[in-house]
């Protein structure tokens, strides 16, 4: 009863708290975290999160580990799924209680747009080996990110999509970064469009998460086929996906935000941010 009552004051009148198809659009303030924690844990579900560090990105994991251990779906059953080709510099980390880490070897890559793009080739692959065994949730994540405050059970559904913080105050669809070329099978034409969503945090129910990883995996294949690469590689397929497969649950900026912006007022609360890095240093071919 107090709990319901409470309830009424979770609302928020500054932003958008529902999608023009009616699903959640989260935002601080508009949940009760400890009620909607209660409610997934009698169900324990068992989450899996799929991490990538070829190359230099290992140097990441240690902080995006850690605090993962402090701030991600705290007390739920998570298991760490770490892509690497460097299995001998995956940190030693001190996991919570029903927490895991599993290393999957991937080989190496001489551009950055392979690994990432890779990232959907070797999800599918060990996913459907795997993982799809192993676990009833799965978010896809960077790894050069840094939890900084709670990521609850609020975020959890058969699919969830994080508004890309450089364009979620943008109301001109035309305007954000789809694929706009016909040739490519991210092509998204103008005049369509809900949200621009970012790749670097997403995630839903096992088989709905399969399907979308294994659709950007056949899309950017069919497109290097045609010689041809989607402007923002896996992103471009996942935005479009998700224009015609609408996202059951939109989370907030709060869910990526990024060290190299200022956080603006309606946002209240950073859950992860992604670091500032060197990207000549850190990528294969030097970030070009
Ligand atoms: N990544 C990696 N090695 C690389 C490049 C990328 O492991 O050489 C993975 C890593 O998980 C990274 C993600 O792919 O977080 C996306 O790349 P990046 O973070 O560089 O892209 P950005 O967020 O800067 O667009
Ligand atoms: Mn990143």
Known sequence: ???LFLGCFFRRTDVNTVTNWNVPLVW??????ALIDDMYKKMDPRVAVVVFAVGKYTRFLKNFLDSGEKHF???FRVTYYIFTDNEKDVPKIELGKGRNITII?????????????GRMKWATIIIDKQIRDEADYLFMMDVDSVFHNRFGAESLSQLSAVLHRGYYKNTDRDRFPYERRPESKAYIPAGEGDYYYTAAVW???MEDMYRLVRYCYEQSEEDA??????VWQEESHLNRYLLYNKPTKVLSPEYLWSDYDQVPSDIKVVRISQLVK???EVRPNGGN
């Open 203 to 205: 995630g839903g129910y």
């Open 278 to 280: 060197n990207y000549a």
């Open 1 to 3: 009863m107090v709990r």
């Open 225 to 230: 086929k045609n010689k041809i690469e989607a």
């Open 73 to 75: 779906l705290i007390d």
């Open 105 to 117: 070897t991937v080989p190496s890559a001489m551009r950055w747009q392979d690994v990432v793009l």
């Open 28 to 33: 601080e303030g508009t949940f009760d975290p």
